[in-house]
């Protein structure tokens, strides 16, 4: 527990079951409850904490050689896509991690599939935006104008609505909208001087004021109206920027660079830093934190909403899931310290990528 020495224990199996599953005991302090073959709980009944270690129900090792930096599954959870620096970038099977398409030679750092899940957004060092088709890696659009020198690679992006604009963030410190249409920048959303790792855009709470554009937004902006893009900032900033009118909303200063960011609602946020630390805000008053959730000191590098609560991974290899409606946390296991990159989830499915080259899915229907 936070503020309190570090508690020790261990458990031993003794055996399995008939039905494969295992014998477990604990030792002083704590208590094994429910096992299954694929989870664990246990507790610590002094201080009132427990968590669900579940193992994964498959891995994917064969999909690529060397650290897995990004994935994403479909809308329609049938495929994933990923991307490594082993220079490739694959679709594949989400049930059974059998390679579809591949395309190679691309230092591409993030991918993400448009709503219909026909078409991948994909952004690389290069500091373009690559538009490719799902079924056959057709790279059908090419949007570049980042800043061209070394340092200036595209970190994240993000889409808004049904996808004919797109938005991305750089290590030259900008974010911008994109028309996938006319294959044309609409125009900087942000220039903070400092690399943006990770945004977020979402629909912002009725009561906030975005502030007014000073010019009458392009017709080729579909859906930017009553946004608000969150940027998780190198300079330990995480910002605030009505989408439509490119007017700061509230800036908050953390404790390290922040990683990553996403919403839990209109209200509500998270965002994470490269010291460990997990900031829920509401953006009406970002004065103060909610609430500050700190497990280890490794970065922070993935942050997903999920049902009620959200999916957190961090540098040490740990993966955990807070929900309100459980009372523990779930974390998910077999990562062991190497990071664990990113999480994507479809209904009750649940896929990480990790440097050590493997994604993993997790079931959850039985939790």
Known sequence: PPGKPTLYGSVTRRGLSSDGVPDIVASEGFVVGEVTKKSILISCPHENVSTKFLAPYTSFCRIHQKSITCLDISSGGGLGVSTSTDGTMKIWQAA??????????????????????LVVLSGGMD???????????????????????????VLDTAIVDRGRNVLSCSRDGTARLWDCGKSACLGIIADCGSPINGIAVGTADNSLNLGSPEKPPSEREVGTEGKILLLA?????LQGVGLQSRQPVFLFVGS??????????????????????????????????????????????????????FIASQGDGTCFIVQQDLDYVLDLTEADCDPVYKVASWEKEIYTCCRDGIVRRYQLADL
């Not at 900032?233 to 900033?237: F, L, N, Q, S, Y």
């Not at 700190?294 to 009620?308: M, N, Q, T």
Request: hydrophobic fraction near 40%; proline fraction near 4%; aromatic fraction near 12%.
């Open 256 to 309: 390290d660079a922040f990683n990553c960011c996403t919403f839990l609602s209109s209200t509500y946020i998270l965002a994470g830093t490269q010291d460990g630390n997990i900031y829920q805000l509401d953006v009406r008053n970002t004065n103060a934190p909610i609430q500050v959730i700190h497990r280890s000191g490794a970065p922070v590098l993935s942050l997903l909403p999920y049902r009620d609560g």
């Open 127 to 153: 500091a373009q935006l690559k538009i490719c088709s799902a079924w056959g890696m057709r790279c059908f659009l090419c949007l570049h104008e980042h800043s061209l020198w070394f340092r200036a690679g």
């Open 233 to 237: 900032r190198e300079d330990k900033k």
């Open 96 to 117: 059974n991690g059998e390679i579809r398409v591949r395309a190679s030679g691309w230092d591409v750092l993030c991918c993400l599939f448009f709503p219909s899940g």
